[in-house]
Structure formats: C-alpha cells, structure tokens
C-alpha cells in the first residue's frame, strides 16, 4: 500500500518537474523572441491549462469530427466513408427519429415547467421568515443525492405495481382506467419521465434564481406599494423584469442539458423503435458497444447533436431581445 501511494506521489512529482521546465523553456523562448518579460510570464503560467486543453479538449472534438467520416470501430483503422454515416442516421436508422422526437418533446415540456417551479421554490425561499436557512436547506436536500439513486427510487415510485399506482388505483377505476405500465407502454413514457424531472426543481436552478431575486432592489417594490400594487404587481411588473437575466441563464443551461440527457434512458430501458431513446444514450450505445463497436457511427450522431443544440440555444439568444431586460441598457 505505501508502496503504491510512493509511485503515485513519485509520478506526479516527476510529471509537475516536466511542466516546470517546459514553462521555463517557453518563457526563455518568448523572451528571446522579444517579448516583454511580464507578457512572457503570463503564457508561460498558462502552459499546463493549454496543454490540458489541447490533449483533453481540442483533440477528442477534432478527432471525433474526423471519426464522422470513417467507418471506425476502435480496433481497426478508420475507413473514410463521407457522408455515410450521416445519411444512415438521417435515413436508414429506424432509432433515430423516435429518439429525436422523445428528447425534443422531453425538453420541451419538462424545461418551462421545471424553470416555473424553481421560480416557486425560489421566491418562497427569498422570503424573510424564522429558520429561513433550515427551509433552505431542506429544500436543497434533494439536489445532494446521486443522479443513479433518484433514477432507481422513480422507477421503484413509477413501476407497475408502483408507490403512484397503489396510491391512484382508486382513481383508476373510477374513471374505468388500467394502471399505467410508465416508462413500458408508449403512451406514459414521456409523461413518466417528465415527472421525474422534476425532482431536479430543488437543484441548482433555484440556488440561481435566489441570487437573482436577493438582487432585485427593494425600493421599487415600495414604488409599486406605493402606486397601490398588489403583489400580482409586482411579480409582473419587478419580480419577472428584473429576474429575466437569470432566467435566460438558466433557460440556455437548461436546453443543452435536455439535448445532452443521458441517466435517465441508461437506467431506464425504453424502447427505442417505438418510444425512442435519449439520443445521447445512442450515441453511447453505439460507441462503446463492446466489439460491435460504431465510434465513427456514434460521432456523427454527437455532431448531429451539436448542431441541434446550437439551432436551439441561437432560437433562445435570438428571442432574448423580446423577454429579457437588461437595467444597464435602459435607455
């Protein structure tokens, strides 16, 4: 065991000596190049973070880009196939477009929705009450456990023989209606997921949104008071301008992560012929397939998913000017 810790801590001396003197090597090499000794000691600071961009940033996005064009399984050398890849996706797999169509309706739906009750969350938070923190912290609670373990405590809570069903049986058959099998039938998967979603209210989105609303300035909910305005008034007329910044914030971060949903459909086995998958579990699925592997497959598709999330958050950017208010450029 100390044997062990002693190479480990032997390594990374060895590899923090390395970057040292490469960060020497690159200042000297700057300043005989005739750059100020200031300007030198500042790109040569930066060394391990643009070496770490390089090699763990830039050159998997570019590879990934080049696999799109080849026919590779990780085993063998690429093969460059074109545009193959991407018409099979757009045309020939019957997974696609049912899993487009999920993910795009998840997000459309469980976004605005959970964005309205983080706001909630968020306001009664932002009041100033006794114990205030204790509510806050109870509230945060939910946000603290792990992805895997609120994914299998909404299956246990949505399965067929359910907590939800044995509690809504009565309802059930009043209505005359059979247990919804979630996350089985067609019907329910969509719903089922959105339901659980919405665990993620408590999460970060209204940590945010409570910075936004401790910002607002008092005074112009006095002058609304004053104006006779209710409290209707001033989310409408304060609350919503004012906290629209923030809500653009968090509504860009909100659609790259429902294009990006992945735990839930790993954990969750959904049909993807028929109700569709999340299209970043395709892209795992056919990437580390084990020796089936389709890493040029998958990387096209990764990319079909860059440009879908950057139509989307554009759409988002380019509506901003009609909702968002931005008190510095009041004119």
């Known amino acids: 065991m100390v044997d062990f810790y002693a190479r480990t801590l032997i390594d990374y001396a060895v590899v923090a000596l390395g970057m040292a003197v490469a960060m020497f090597i690159v200042f000297q090499v700057l300043v005989r190049l005739g750059m100020k000794r200031e300007a030198a000691t500042g790109y040569a600071l930066i060394l391990p973070w643009l070496l770490g961009f ?30 193959d890849n991407y018409v099979k996706w757009l045309t020939n797999d019957r997974s696609f477009w049912p899993s487009l169509r999920l993910t795009l309706l998840y997000g459309l739906i469980s ?10 969350v968020a306001m009664l938070l932002a ?23 609120t994914i299998l405590l909404w299956r246990w809570l949505l399965g067929s023989e359910g907590l939800v069903n044995q509690i809504m049986s009565p309802l059930y058959n009043l209505i ?45 909910y006095e002058a609304v008071e004053l104006d006779g305005g209710g409290a209707w008034a001033k989310f ?28 839930p459909g790993i954990f969750i086995k959904l049909n993807s012929l028929t ?57």
């Open 176 to 220: 005359g209606m059979d247990k919804p099998s979630w996350f089985v039938d067609e019907r329910y998967a969509l719903p089922g997921l959105i339901i659980m979603s919405l665990w993620g209210v408590f999460g970060a989105n209204t940590v945010i949104l409570l910075a936004g609303l401790k910002n607002i300035p008092t005074h112009l």
């Open 111 to 120: 976004l605005p929705i959970g964005l309205a009750l983080s706001l909630g």
């Open 236 to 263: 409408r007329h304060v609350t919503l301008p004012m906290i629209s910044p923030t809500l653009f914030y968090t509504l860009v971060l909100g659609v790259i992560a429902a294009v990006k949903t992945f735990e």
């Open 275 to 331: 109700t569709g998958t999340f299209l970043q579990v395709l892209v795992y699925g056919n990437a580390f397939a084990g020796g089936n592997s389709r890493m040029g497959y998958a990387s096209a598709l990764g990319w079909i998913m860059l440009i879908i999330i950057m139509v989307l958050t554009l759409l988002v950017f380019r509506s901003s000017a009609l909702w968002v208010y931005y008190e510095g450029e009041r004119k």
């Open 54 to 83: 390089i090699v763990w940033t830039a050159y998997p996005i570019l590879a990934s880009l080049y696999y799109s064009f080849t026919n590779y399984n990780v085993f063998q050398p690429p093969k460059w196939v074109g545009l």
């Open 127 to 149: 009041r100033n009450v006794r114990g205030v923190g204790v509510w806050r912290t109870l509230y945060y609670l939910p946000a603290i456990i792990p992805t895997v373990a």
